[in-house]
């Protein structure tokens, strides 16, 4: 069937591009820009750019590479880095972070800096407050009213790890001492309810005059984390406008968390904010959260002036498997007996792709509740059902069958199946047990922070999905210290959940030879018809690295990172270990381009037309810590060659 509607597509493909070419110039006017994180306020990873396409792709080279110099493998005293910003453009310069929150301004068309800026005092390079330093990007304002020579009448808004948002002049990098009186905000100056601090990892969002920021907060640590607040501040002044979070105020001494953590999307029409939350602390026991709390795992949508709630959509109810919203919600169209539908789209780690309505949040495909295993922890009141989108089909594999225990050799598969054996494995949504439970998809998969690209005029939307099958176990708070000592398995992660009776432990689960005890392909890339919920096409993505070998094409490799989408038909994407950037048929998946990078792309790319009148695409290719690859610095431009 998927060969079926690769065939109808293919088929629709001349059409549209035929009838694209006549606003070719328009479009490449009008996108010659990247001005916001994904693309456009309502994100999307889309240029309407078409100077590559499919006939040319293989002519793409290197343009320019820049080296930040900013990176850590973890030796003492240094955490380790993750490379995953994407630049945005404005007026011919790029702009950038650094894992160590230096923002970066480079010329677009030849990659040459134009000025650096660190915060000061230094990001401290032994912050352990999240798996390794991180930023994914910065915004930029202009002051409309101000004189455009006047120093920061253009701002760029960087997000610091460690809470702070800095202001800083677009022209030179320095602080703009009118923001908050000397061009910095400490986030956890502010009350945040709970205990410990916030993190900032994501772009801030920019409208009118406002800076709208979340919060990244450290999981699993604490029932009493702070509480997921988003803030909008005056971009001029700094003063506070609004706040808001998913977290009654009563109860932020025993709960906290369901923060935004991802990049948000406002409908610049509308004046609608759309903002991911994530699960609410501790995260894999909630015996303590027995109030409703229907605004986390959830896409809330707000009054982008005011921070007024118009409505919330809850995709997980009362979550124990870390399952919260971590990629950026998509503003799309659906068509639907002969009307087009406003609507966003909310990728999850569950491998759903909800489709709701824009205005009223109400799902444009059928949602059931389906009811799920309960737990059998002490204390805990799992819920009974979960909504399940019956359209469109998940891109990810859901629930460890027997059938699905895999292994290289048949000693592999056997080793793998007496692990799983040892663990509960109710199938799908097995809440997390004393015992362990099987985990698939695990917390770090589906669809991940990359979020997915749209295409407005096939309505296709790209996802890149990992399928990689994990357990969680909880123990005794008590043996938290003991256990920490000397790990339950190698490279496990535990956590001590402070203020709830039990710690957590969560792992892969792997085979001795070291691969994934779930049979492959262990990292696809999809697309879905959003005005019928089909899945058009489905492919593995990429290889793993094992050595100077690699595993075969059809067994996928986990992915982080995100997949850029052109007019001219094309998909762009990094985010494997394997080192290589691809470009694919957006109408059949077919990968007609590839190329290694300097270290993995596991980021986003984004694409724009230089001053010189060129395309470029550009990716950071820095790895990451996550996917155990080799770890860079590189952010690299990619052109035609004449």
């Not at 994407?86 to 480079?106: E, G, K, M, S, W």
């Not at 948000?264 to 894999?284: K, Q």
């Not at 949602?367 to 359209?391: H, I, K, M, N, Y």
């Amino acid at each position: 069937m998927l060969r079926v509607h690769a065939l109808i597509l293919a088929g629709l493909q001349l059409s549209l591009l035929l009838a694209g070419s006549a606003r070719s110039d328009e479009n490449d006017a009008a996108g010659s820009g990247w001005q916001v994180y994904g693309g456009a306020p309502g994100g999307g990873h889309y240029t309407p750019l078409t100077q590559i396409t499919a006939a040319n792709v293989h002519k793409l080279r290197e343009a320019w590479v820049y080296h930040t110099g900013d990176y850590s493998l973890g030796a003492p005293g240094h955490r380790a880095t993750t490379f995953e910003a994407t630049p945005i453009l404005a007026h011919d310069t790029l702009y950038f972070c650094t894992p160590y929150n230096r923002v970066i301004a480079l010329d677009a068309d030849s990659g040459k800096p134009k000025w650096t800026h660190e915060p000061e005092p230094k990001l401290d390079r032994a912050y352990n407050q999240q798996h390794s330093l991180i930023c994914r990007g910065v915004s930029y304002w202009e002051n409309s009213q101000a004189d455009p020579s006047a120093p920061c009448s253009s701002r760029v808004f960087q997000g610091v790890l460690d809470g702070r948002l800095e202001a800083l002049d677009a022209r030179t990098g320095t602080l703009c001492a009118e923001f908050a009186g000397g061009g910095t905000i400490n986030l956890n100056t502010l009350d945040n309810g709970g205990a410990g601090d916030v993190n900032l990892t994501s772009s801030p969002l920019v409208f009118d005059n406002l800076v709208i920021v979340g919060s990244a907060i450290r999981d699993n640590h604490q029932t009493n984390s702070p509480s997921g607040f988003v803030r909008a501040f005056d971009a001029r002044t700094g003063e506070e406008r609004w706040h808001f979070s998913p977290i009654p105020e009563r109860l932020r001494n025993q709960v906290g968390a369901g923060n935004v953590c991802a990049q948000m999307t406002v409908d610049v029409e509308r004046g609608i904010l759309y903002a991911p939350t994530t699960s609410p602390s501790p995260d894999f026991w909630g015996g303590q959260r027995t109030e409703p709390l229907p605004g986390v795992n959830a896409l809330v949508a707000m009054n982008v002036r005011t921070g007024t709630l118009l409505w919330q959509y809850q995709t997980i109810h009362h979550d124990l498997w870390d399952y919260d919203l971590p990629a950026q919600p998509t503003l799309v169209d659906v068509r639907r007996d002969g009307r087009t539908i406003p609507a966003v789209a909310q990728p999850t780690k569950t491998g759903f792709l909800f489709v709701l309505n824009r205005e009223t949040g109400e799902p444009l495909f059928p949602v059931v509740e389906r009811g799920v295993p309960r737990s059998d922890v002490p204390g805990e009141q799992s819920a009974a059902t979960q909504p399940v989108p019956l359209l469109p089909h998940p891109v990810s594999i859901q629930g460890l069958t027997a059938n699905e225990i895999w292994g290289i050799t048949p000693i592999d598969r056997a080793a793998c199946l007496a692990r799983v054996q040892a663990f509960r494995n109710n199938g799908f949504f097995t809440p997390p047990s004393l015992e362990g439970s099987v985990d698939l998809p695990y917390a770090a998969g589906g669809t991940n922070w990359g979020g997915m690209a749209y295409d407005p005029h096939s309505h296709l939307a790209i996802l890149n999905s990992m399928n990689i099958a994990g357990y969680v176990r909880l123990f005794p708070g008590a043996d938290y210290d003991r256990l920490r000592q000397s790990p339950p398995t190698s490279g496990a992660e535990l956590a001590p959940q402070i203020g709830a009776p039990f710690g957590m432990e969560r792992n892969v689960l792997l085979s001795p030879l070291g691969v994934p005890c779930n049979r492959p392909p262990w990292g696809v890339i999809s697309a879905v018809d959003l005005d019928t919920g089909d899945l058009r096409w489905q492919h593995p993505l990429a290889t793993v690295p094992i050595g100077p070998f690699h595993t075969p094409s059809d067994w996928g490799a986990p992915n982080l990172g995100g997949p850029l989408v052109t007019a001219s038909g094309l998909v762009f994407i990094g985010a494997t270990p394997d080192s290589k950037f691809r470009a694919l048929n957006v109408w059949t998946g077919e990968v007609i381009w590839e190329h290694a990078l300097p270290y993995p792309g596991v980021a986003t790319p984004m694409s724009f037309k230089s001053s010189s009148g060129r395309q470029l695409v550009v990716i950071a290719a820095g790895g990451s810590i996550l996917l155990k690859s080799p770890i860079g610095d590189a952010l690299v431009a990619f052109s035609l060659t004449q």
